[in-house]
């Protein structure tokens, strides 16, 4: 099994026509995605790497059916292109956009809460599940199947990581990129829940960094209702407090969200702490005897 995306996902790449959108979707079906369709104002009755274009989501999802939304749309009109895929009744919105305004996330969430619909991103790689579809922009060679669920608010520190993984002889259930900005439309406890509850899942790899308090959270959850082995790295170890690093979200303030304050919690709650990313695997496998 996985989570989130398998090879019953129909996915509709919204901005399409763009040079992000056209790559991305080549991508995406090289991997044996199923892509049905894609959105773009104005372009409608084209096709895009054989799939076709319709103006709007709602005639996408009216001719298509699609289960999951691809957003590749530019910062300023995200928000727009999440309440069209929410009112169009699409489950699953995958946002690689960055720079999406905070105030204009906070809207999309609260948005897309109260209608059904589950926000991955923004500013993620997406979602990977080897053997069934990926949705987003993770390198194709990377995966391989297996029991291992991987979440993660980094992006490429993920592709190294999972790429161990795979060389290790680890394969994966599904890869889950949170995105890196303040307020991100699933958690690392949202995340935790969906492989527990996914029996093919039989060890998690959660990768964090400095800022906010997630891994904490994510930790007292794990200590209070996780039974399957966790292994972590924190991002950011030797970052100077105060600092900015990348990532809108990776700010340490106040001495909260530092790299110690997360493995401290997180190995208190029985997760294994990874220093540096290539002893996760071994980690893994310790975990799995």
């Given at each position: ?17 763009g040079h992000q959108g056209t790559i991305h979707t080549r991508g995406m079906k090289s ?5 049905v369709a894609g959105d773009t104002p104005g372009k409608g009755g084209t096709t895009v ?241």
């Amino acid at each position: 099994m996985s989570v989130l995306v398998d090879g019953s996902s129909r996915i509709l790449v919204k901005g399409i026509t763009g040079h992000q959108g056209t790559i991305h979707t080549r991508g995406m079906k090289s991997f044996g995605t199923n892509v049905v369709a894609g959105d773009t104002p104005g372009k409608g009755g084209t096709t895009v790497e054989g799939v076709p274009v319709f103006n709007s989501t709602q005639e996408a999802v009216d001719a298509t059916k699609p289960n999951v939304a691809c957003l590749f749309v530019p910062a300023p009109y995200t928000k727009d292109a999440l309440f069209e895929t929410v009112d169009a009744g699409i489950p699953l919105a995958v946002i690689i956009t960055e720079h999406v305004p905070f105030h204009d996330m906070l809207d999309m969430l609260y948005y897309a809460k109260a209608n059904g619909t589950r926000i991955i991103g923004p500013n993620c790689p997406g979602v990977a599940t080897p053997g069934g579809a990926k949705v987003g922009i993770m390198p194709n060679v990377i995966f391989q199947k297996g029991n291992v669920g991987v979440v993660s608010r980094s992006g490429t520190l993920t592709y190294e990581i999972v790429n161990g993984l795979k060389e290790a002889g680890l394969g994966q259930t599904t890869c889950i990129g949170l995105g890196g900005d303040p307020v991100p439309g699933t958690t690392f406890i949202d995340a935790l829940e969906l492989f527990q509850n996914d029996p093919d899942t039989k060890a998690i790899v959660m990768v964090g960094e400095i800022g906010g308090v997630a891994e904490e959270e994510a930790a007292a959850y794990i200590k209070a209702k996780l039974d399957k082995p966790v292994v972590s790295y924190i991002a950011g170890i030797s970052a100077p407090p105060g600092k900015r690093m990348g990532h809108a979200g990776a700010i340490i303030t106040r001495g909260r969200g530092t790299a110690a304050s997360k493995m401290a919690a997180l190995t208190d709650a029985g997760a294994k702490v990874a220093k540096f990313p290539y002893e996760i695997p071994s980690l893994v496998k310790e975990s799995l005897r």
